[in-house]
Structures are given as structure tokens and as C-alpha cells.
């Protein structure tokens, strides 16, 4: 096991930042920004909206925040995205909390190294589980933007620009893979030289041997004979 303790540790160290980050991409307003389309270089008021407030920053004010204040006038799309980041949140705390149980170091779980190789297994799927729910709401928003802001139905000054927390959240996304494919890693690593160190079945050579008993009896019969 201990040949297979970097994967286990990079794992968990990937896994953690990506926790981070997705609370982060959860959080931030920086999901769609005004886009500033033109020849007008003086800009007087840049405009955020996330998943729970939207910000406005003007020319020498400082950054104005405001939550919604309706939750059932929200737009389908903007509700959907916050349920999938908040349940990515949480699987994302829970795969942290069952690879940290799973560590070697780690006592209050059990002390056998198949049950943790099993517990950093089901860490790595979940982590892998939160990169898909993060990833969908990141790339559904970022569709809507990239699609209304080459419609030339809408309005100039309410097309929207990709905003940085959609670029932490594929960032976010891309960690929790690959935390996730090194959790499993470790576990199919763990479970393939268990594998690999188990004796014989007694029965085979028990067979064996009565067989062989059998064939010197018939000899010494034949013998006597």
C-alpha cells in the first residue's frame, strides 16, 4: 500500500482544491459580465450576475451588490444551475470527508487496508459525480451567452460575456477528474496486488495430494500382486 500513498495524497490534496473551487464558482457573481461591444472606450458601469446576486461597479463608486429577491421569479435556467452547484458542493464535502477517513494514517474508521482502498474508491467516483454537476450548469450558461450574444434580435446592451467564475468552474471541473481518476487508481492499484498476493486455494492442493495417495495405493497393490 505504501508504494500506491502519492497517488493517495495527490488525490486528496486535487480533491480539496476542487472543493474550493467549487464553492467558489458557486458563489461568485462574475458568471455572465456586460459585454462592452463598440468604439466607445470610456465605460461608465460594468454589470455582474451570478447565481445568487447581481453587481454593479460605476465609475468611481464602489462595487454595488444586490441579492434577488424573488426566488420563483427567477428564470428556469438560473434555478436549475443553483440546485446542480449546491448538491455539487455538497457531494464534493462528503467525497473529501470519506478520502480524508480513508487515509492510512487515519484511525477512526477501521484499520483494515481493503475497507479504506474501498473507502478512496467511492471518494474518487464522487469527486468524479461533482466535476459532471459542476460542468453542466458551467457549460449550459456559458450555450446562452456564446447563443445571445451572436443573436442580432437582442439588444446590444443586454448582451453578456463569459465572466471568470465559469472559467474556475471548467478549471474546478478538470481538478475533480483528475482527483477523482487518481482515487480510483489507487483503489484498483490496492485491490490488484491483494490480488496478486493471494495463495493458492487449499482445496486444489488437498485434491492433489489425495490423488497422489490413490495413484501410490494402486502401485503397491499392483506390486503385491
Known sequence: MMAFYPLQIAGLVLGFLGVVGTLATTLLPQWRVS??????????????????????????????????????ALPPVLEAARA?????????????????????????????????????????????????????????????????????????????????ALFLGWASTAVLFIAGGLLCGFCCCNRTKKWNRYPAPAYCTRHTDKRRNVNVRSKTSTSYV
Not at 40 to 48: C, S, T
Open 84 to 164: 446542480l452547484m449546491c448538491v455539487a458542493v455538497v457531494l464534493s464535502v462528503i467525497a473529501l470527508l470519506i478520502g480524508i477517513s480513508g487515509m492510512k494514517h487515519i484511525q477512526c474508521t477501521t484499520s483494515s487496508e481493503r475497507v479504506k482502498a474501498y473507502l478512496l474508491g467511492t471518494s474518487g467516483v464522487l469527486f468524479i459525480l461533482t466535476g459532471l454537476f459542476v460542468l453542466i450548469p458551467v457549460c449550459w450558461t456559458a450555450h446562452i451567452i456564446i447563443r445571445d450574444f451572436y443573436d442580432p434580435a437582442i439588444h446590444i446592451g443586454q448582451k453578456r460575456e463569459l465572466g471568470a
Open 35 to 72: 459585454a462592452f461591444i463598440g468604439s466607445n472606450i470610456i465605460v461608465f458601469e460594468r454589470l455582474w450576475e451570478g447565481l445568487w446576486m447581481n453587481c454593479i461597479r460605476q465609475a468611481k463608486v464602489r462595487l454595488q451588490c444586490k441579492f434577488y429577491n424573488s426566488l420563483l
